[in-house]
């Protein structure tokens, strides 16, 4: 009977300390390699034709959407929402930034993406580059991205993307702050871009 009970008490402690270790991960603070600028360093080519790096989500509060020019639905309805809140919240475009990054950079040269962004906005920017550089800054982003063939018989054949059909926000110093979701209630989008705007 006492070696029933000793092992109880040893049971009993290790689940305390279990506990008390998890409670103590769960609530200390992180360390600093998860602070700082969101996402991962770049060097991707913008739709002029000229270098942009992370530098460009700093300075001024940034909203970024990923996405590519043969969306059907999400992306233009996005970049034209996008655009009106933004004329709402910063009609002068002095406050607020934004970058449209595509997640299908063989087919969204930096030419094509610009005439494609365009014809929706003059506020907002597009990113591509080289396939494998703009594929690891989505990535480093934590943005999902997959090409879809359209005919699994011919995987090798034309294609869709699926992905991220969020906004992400960015402070001034470019570190994340929230989403605007696909399909957000107008309203509560401005006052996301009017709270971002004065960060």
């Known amino acids: 009977m006492k070696t029933v009970r000793i092992v109880l008490w040893a049971v009993v402690l290790v689940v305390a300390a279990v506990l008390g270790w998890l409670s103590y991960e769960m609530t200390r603070p992180r360390d600093t390699a998860t602070s700082g600028p969101f996402g991962v360093p770049f060097t991707l080519v913008a739709q002029d034709g000229k270098p942009i790096t992370q530098a460009a989500?700093?300075?001024?509060?940034?909203?970024?959407?990923?996405?590519?020019?043969?969306?059907?639905?999400?992306?233009?309805?996005?970049l034209f929402e996008l655009n009106g809140w933004l004329e709402k919240v910063d009609p002068d475009g002095t406050k607020l930034q934004a970058y449209f990054v595509t997640v299908d950079p063989e087919r969204d040269?930096?030419?094509?993406?610009?005439?494609?962004?365009?014809?929706?906005?003059?506020?907002?920017?597009?990113?591509?580059?080289?396939?494998?550089?703009?594929?690891?800054?989505?990535?480093?982003?934590?943005?999902?991205?997959?090409?879809?063939?359209?005919?699994?018989?011919?995987?090798?054949?034309?294609?869709?993307?699926?992905?991220?059909?969020s906004v992400f926000l960015l402070d001034a110093k470019g570190d994340f702050t929230g989403t605007i979701a696909y399909g957000e209630n107008p309203d509560v989008a401005v006052k996301k871009l009017e709270n971002l705007s004065k960060g």
Not at 57 to 77: N, S
Not at 121 to 128: D, F, L, P, V
Not at 145 to 153: H, N, R, T
């Open 57 to 78: 989500f700093a300075g001024k509060p940034t909203a970024l959407f990923f996405g590519f020019t043969h969306c059907p639905e999400v992306c233009p309805t996005t």
């Open 109 to 165: 040269t930096p030419e094509i993406l610009g005439q494609y962004v365009a014809n929706v906005s003059k506020r907002i920017t597009g990113i591509s580059g080289p396939v494998d550089e703009v594929m690891e800054m989505v990535k480093g982003y934590r943005v999902y991205s997959k090409k879809i063939p359209l005919d699994e018989a011919k995987p090798d054949g034309d294609y869709t993307m699926d992905h991220t059909a």
